[in-house]
């Protein structure tokens, strides 16, 4: 029922920034609960950051908090991850999900849709 795009991840040297974009389709995208994931090889996915329906409430894994910020245009059904002070660590594919429900979750499990991943990679 709902495709989710992303774009804007790439190559960028430790400290740098990117900004991610997941642009989904649908009528009820402001009623969705929105997460980042990321996975890095030969691991599973990893909760990265998550915001509810309206964009007012926000929570972070511990490791890009205070660098990280997701935030959301509903006019536009989409959601952005903008990711500054980047470390090698932060290099894995990141993947925008959605929920029909209105609030965030940290679990895969708590979301319905996926998007296709966007590689983001920091060099040293």
């Known amino acids: 029922q709902v495709q989710l795009v992303e774009s804007g991840g790439g190559l960028v040297q430790t400290g740098g920034s990117l900004r991610l974009s997941c642009a989904a389709s649908?009528?009820?995208?402001?009623?969705?609960?929105m997460g980042w994931f990321r996975q890095a090889p030969g691991k599973g996915r990893e909760f990265v950051a998550t915001?509810?329906?309206?964009?007012?409430?926000?929570f972070y894994l511990g490791s890009v908090k205070g660098r990280f910020t997701a935030s959301r245009d509903n006019a536009k059904n989409t959601v952005y991850l903008q990711m500054n002070s980047l470390k090698p660590e932060d290099t894995a594919v990141y993947y925008c999900?959605?929920?029909?429900?209105?609030?965030?979750?940290?679990?895969?499990?708590?979301?319905?849709?996926w998007g296709q991943g966007t590689q983001v990679t920091v060099s040293s």
């Open positions: 649908g009528r009820d995208f402001g009623s969705y609960g």
């Open positions: 999900a959605a929920a029909r429900t209105p609030d965030w979750g940290t679990l895969e499990s708590d979301y319905d849709y």
């Open positions: 915001i509810n329906w309206n964009g007012f409430s926000t």
